[in-house]
């Protein structure tokens, strides 16, 4: 079987993906979305995975595939910065998509016009002279908005995907409207248990488990996922990953001396994650020699090319620049010196061993065990690391390298 007949020529610099064109670029997710919709018929869920793993990707390949029983809904909330706003962008989604009659979403309009004048109204004014004219609360409002979702879908189940509600949540706290951000999940959580056929997935990078930790900050205690079991996105299957790097390679036209030990060794260098592997292709298409083919060995090197210089092709970084972002100050230090450590080792440490090498780094002198137990169990929930066999060890494999280089192997 040559080349071409054994993969689907695709550019590595494919354009956005979406559900109109997402059977066409998204390649090696189709049991992952066969077990979404599967788990998804049970009840509502939370998509879990480390940022680039292809969450939103998958979610697209679901909404292309969605079965005869759901109504989906995909809803991005990453530009949102309010509670009010959120429930705004939601009914102007569902009325795009036909999801909710134009007389409620007149209804909503007209809310939200004199929602805006009440704005302007009271700002910068001396609050006693006016009269606050009386609206409805936006958390009504969101209560309606999805009893009408529910409505329209008669005999089907409603199926609410909204994406980067984590990062949502977070801008709400960050800027001290941490009640809002309590509200919002409180009432998702009141929309589903009042009706039973809604479905509600959760997704996005930053996990609910640090939004949680913020809030309790504030004194919140409630457990407003508990309902909401996890669904795991993983990296490719190894099958999946050459087969995808062989589609970008051959969408490339790369010169190569065997297009499958090359994909095998481009889907390796990448750790079988479809945004690390694309971006293997797009480096090789950049820096190819004419008349010089690719070797296995010289796709599983571009990854040590890029961390031993200043570029951050892959945006790896990523994973450091976070804790400091997200993670209580406390912890900071803490969880950098646990993945100095555990980076040494492809095949991970036992925990014994992380905190005897913890405690010789300066800034965690005096780490416990009790304490690194606690930020390994954080990091295992952000996806930086696993365990196998009582060892605790990078899920990845390419971003435990650029860890060694850029911090474990110097400490910091």
């Known amino acids: 079987m040559s080349a071409s007949e054994k993969y689907i020529p695709v550019e590595a610099r494919f354009a956005s993906v979406d559900e109109s064109n997402a059977e066409t670029f998204v390649i090696g997710r189709d049991q992952c979305v066969k077990s979404f919709w599967d788990t998804l018929k049970s009840g509502s869920i939370r998509v879990l995975a480390e940022r680039r793993m292809g969450k939103t990707w998958v979610l697209h390949l679901a909404l292309a595939r969605k079965p005869e029983w759901s109504l989906p809904l995909f809803f991005n909330a990453e530009k949102i910065d309010s509670a009010p706003q959120f ?27 004199q929602f805006r004048r009440t704005i302007q109204m009271i700002q910068g004014q001396n609050l006693g002279k006016f009269t606050i004219p009386k609206i409805d609360p936006w958390e009504s409002l969101l209560h309606h908005t999805c009893n ?15 994406d980067e509600l984590p990062y949502l ?10 009640s809002d951000a309590i509200q919002l999940i409180d009432n998702l959580r009141d929309i589903r248990h009042a009706n039973p ?8 990078s930053l996990g609910l488990h640090v939004v949680l930790s913020q809030l309790k900050e504030y004194g919140y205690t409630g457990t407003p996922f508990n309902d909401m079991p996890p669904f795991d996105v993983p990296p490719l299957e190894k ?10 390679l051959l969408g490339e036209k790369l010169p190569l001396t065997d297009i499958d030990s090359v994909a095998i060794a481009v889907s390796e260098a990448g750790s079988y994650v479809p945004f690390y592997i694309q971006h293997i292709v797009k480096w090789m298409r ?38 400091d972002s997200y993670y ?85």
């Not at 429930?87 to 016009?113: A, M, P, R, S």
């Not at 009408?148 to 909204?162: C, G, S």
């Not at 450590?341 to 014994?352: A, Q």
């Open 286 to 323: 950049s820096n190819s020699i004419p008349d010089k083919p690719w070797l296995p060995q010289d796709a599983l090197s571009i990854p040590d090319i890029w961390f031993k210089s200043n570029d951050d092709p892959a945006e790896i970084s990523y994973y450091d620049s976070r804790l």
């Open 87 to 113: 429930v705004w962008e939601l009914n102007k989604e569902l009325h795009k998509k036909k999801l909710i009659t134009g007389t409620w979403f007149n209804t909503v309009d007209k809310w939200f016009d």
């Open 328 to 412: 209580p100050v406390d912890l900071v230090d803490k969880a950098r010196s646990a993945l100095n450590v555990i980076s040494r080792e492809k095949e991970g440490m036992t925990l014994d061993d992380i905190v005897n090498l913890a405690r010789h780094q300066p800034k965690t002198l005096n780490c416990d065990m009790e304490q690194c137990s606690r930020v390994l169990d954080i990091l295992h929930k952000d996806h930086y690391i696993t365990m196998q066999n009582d060892r605790w060890r990078f899920k990845l494999d390419i971003v435990r390298k650029w860890w060694w280089n850029k911090r474990g192997k110097y400490g910091v």
């Open 239 to 248: 099958d999946q990953g050459r087969y995808l790097a062989g589609c970008l």
């Open 169 to 178: 949540l977070d801008k709400l706290i960050k800027s001290k409207y941490q």
């Open 197 to 204: 056929n809604i479905r509600m997935v959760f997704c996005g």
């Open 148 to 162: 009408e979702f529910v409505k329209h879908a008669r005999e089907k189940n409603p199926v609410l995907i909204i």
